[in-house]
């Protein structure tokens, strides 16, 4: 009987083929029972068939995100990366048509650049104005927005040119995400139907997700092009520099070191190593907050006065900066555009004629594309992330399973224990602590970005105080000054999170009032002065974490514990002044004692302990009156 259902879903056959069976069985005349089986069979079946058909899909968007990516990171013709997307976009959401437009900030529209599955020529070579029609209205608002019956929706500008070339296409349902760089929005990704049919908020996360990609490799792509403008000229000098003497050699060993690291992927530590190597001097390379990102060689370290020095003169001029002292240092200023990512720093004796000093500009030069293409891919990814956190703090509007999907496609398993971290820190030094923590979170699959004007972090871990700790220390150093961290944890899944985030930040609070401004704390460590200094105190959840297990007791046994603890404290801890006061005896009050002890641990009866109880005990009862 069964083995017709296992047989259909083995071929993955139609849902109505389901139907044979029972109708068969009608039609020889089966007893009811046998038919009501069947009946129970075919339902179950087409259950075990709809949610392997889930599966399916949810493996086929993963597929589609991890191809997406792996053509991200080996792109050489960025076409061929966006069409790819596109395509991927009309088969994962069944759509007829996809296609992608590109904001031209010259003519103040946006034009159609790929599409898939489009037939009409007049649709292809389409140009929004910004806030006409789905499209413009993405590109102008930066927000997704779909409709299932375009002409029937009143929310967009509908123009003649626009409406024609839809109408010509047959396009119906239209679902359009932006492709955004930062704050700028640089396209539109589409799906669209030649039918009616609403989009789901599923539909539009896994869209916006393409379109993230997208957007990545259109950046990257622009800075490849940087990258391959910066080994054209130093190709180029190669060629003005070959007929000079030693100098000219070095120099075309380093332009060809440089170029080879950059096109076989190499990073900052290969073009430093490369670089040391042709001017035979020890090597340094520092970040804007003067960390270490490469090494070469033993060099010794200018002070910090003449770092600042040589940064602000090498970033106004672009050209080496010569310092002596302890050392003899010949500095170059890490810039792109006006970005700066820190100083190139070649500890070396020897002096640097003009060629050489143009060897170490170009490292610079070489160094900075690369720090910005990881720079670029670091914001892409916290970007999402940013977002995914945003949408988890905000309850109100959340649906917690569609949030938990989004982390598992970026690596995070929020039902596994997670601790949550809020940061403070000067407003100075907020941009350069954001950084370094979206590189915690980018490292430790976890989840980052600002919420209610704090950076908070969400880390896969169960030892929240040890971490802030850590936490403190690091970020301390990248801030050059103090940063305090209030956590809380572990938690598990969305709600969990959430409530660990408000003790986060009444920790963070509590110790910026305590004055332990540059630590690290969990809530739980501070205990009812947590309470008593956060912004938002939580009576209850500190009564519960305290009394806990002695209300739950009470509660299962039908004891009262909790009242033999209040007579004890109320006695001053005298056990004959408490069986008295409770009509027992004393030896009942002793073994009471020992059941609290062991509900509460052996700490109880210490100084904190009891103090902790005392204050719990008092909310407690303060509570029930009320």
């Not at 640089?186 to 393409?210: D, H, K, M, Q």
């Not at 030892?463 to 403190?472: D, G, S």
């Not at 598990?492 to 959430?498: A, E, I, M, P, S």
């Not at 009564?543 to 404290?569: E, I, K």
């Amino acid at each position: 009987m069964w083995t017709q259902y296992l047989e259909m879903l083995g071929r993955d056959a139609s849902a109505v083929e389901y139907e044979g069976p029972v109708l068969a069985a009608r039609a020889s005349g089966e007893s009811p029972e046998v038919v009501e089986q069947l009946e129970h069979g075919k339902q179950l079946a087409l259950k075990i068939r709809d949610k392997l058909i889930v599966r399916q899909r949810r493996e086929d968007e993963l597929t589609a995100l991890s191809d997406t990516a792996y053509d991200l990171a080996r792109l050489s013709d960025l076409d061929a990366v966006l069409e790819a997307i596109v395509h991927r976009a009309r088969q994962l959401l069944h759509t007829d048509i996809a296609y992608l437009t590109m904001n031209d900030p010259d003519a103040g529209d946006t034009y159609m650049r790929v599409t898939d599955g489009s037939t009409s020529a007049r649709f292809q070579q389409v140009r929004l104005a910004m806030g006409e029609g789905l499209g413009g209205r993405v590109a102008e608002s930066a927000m997704p927005y779909s409709t299932a019956s375009y002409f029937r929706d009143a929310r967009f500008k509908h123009t003649q040119p626009i409406d024609g070339a839809v109408e010509e296409e047959g396009i119906v349902a239209i679902l359009g995400v932006p492709l955004q760089l930062g704050a700028h929005v640089i396209g539109v990704l589409y799906a669209a139907n030649r039918s009616e049919r609403p989009f789901s908020r599923s539909e539009v996360a896994l869209l916006s997700s393409l379109a993230a990609h997208a957007a990545a490799a259109i950046d990257k792509a622009r800075l490849l092009e940087e990258a391959h403008e910066a080994l054209r000229e130093l190709r180029r000098a190669n060629v003005l520099l070959e007929e000079r003497g030693e100098s000219v050699e070095r120099a075309s060993d380093a332009h060809d070191r440089m170029a080879q690291v950059v096109l076989r992927g190499g990073g900052v530590e290969d073009v430093a190593e490369a670089v040391a190597q042709v001017l035979a001097g020890d090597l340094l390379v520092l970040d804007e907050s003067q960390r270490e990102l490469a090494v070469v060689g033993a060099p010794r370290c200018p002070g910090t006065e003449v770092l600042v020095r040589a940064l602000s003169q090498g970033q106004a001029t672009g050209r080496t900066v010569h310092a002596a002292g302890e050392g003899d240092w010949w500095m170059v200023a890490i810039t792109a555009g006006q970005q700066s990512f820190g100083i190139l720093v070649l500890d070396r004796d020897a002096p640097l004629d003009d060629a050489d000093q143009r060897i170490l500009e170009r490292a610079a030069l070489v160094i900075a594309l690369l720090l910005l293409s990881l720079r670029s891919g670091l914001e892409a990814e916290s970007r999402v992330r940013g977002e995914l956190l945003d949408d988890l703090l905000r309850t109100q509007a959340a649906d917690p399973a569609a949030i938990a999907e989004r982390a598992h496609r970026l690596g995070s398993d929020l039902d596994e224990p997670h601790a949550v971290f809020v940061v403070h820190c000067d407003d100075a030094a907020r941009e350069r602590v954001g950084i370094a923590i979206d590189r915690t979170g980018n490292r430790d699959h976890g989840l980052t970005g600002s919420f209610e004007g704090r950076h908070v972090l969400v880390l896969p871990g169960s030892a929240p105080a040890e971490r802030a700790r850590q936490l403190a220390a690091d970020l301390g150093r990248v801030a050059g000054g103090p940063v305090t961290v209030g956590s809380a944890g572990p938690a598990c899944g969305v709600r969990q999170l959430v409530e660990a985030h408000d003790a986060a930040v009444r920790c963070v609070h509590a110790l910026r009032t305590l004055g332990r401004t540059g630590e690290g704390a969990c809530l739980d460590e501070l205990g009812f002065v947590g309470l008593v200094l956060g912004d938002q105190p939580d009576v209850a959840g500190f009564v519960r974490s305290v009394l806990g297990p002695v209300v739950s007791y009470d509660a299962r046994r039908s004891t009262d514990l909790l009242g033999t603890l209040t007579a004890y404290f109320a006695a001053g801890g005298n056990l004959t002044r408490t069986a008295a006061a409770l009509h027992v005896h004393v030896n009942t009050v002793t073994q009471r004692l020992e059941r609290i002890g062991r509900l509460l641990g052996p700490d109880w009866q210490g100084a904190d302990g009891q103090l902790e109880l005392q204050v719990a005990l008092r909310l407690h009862s303060l509570v029930d009156r009320g």
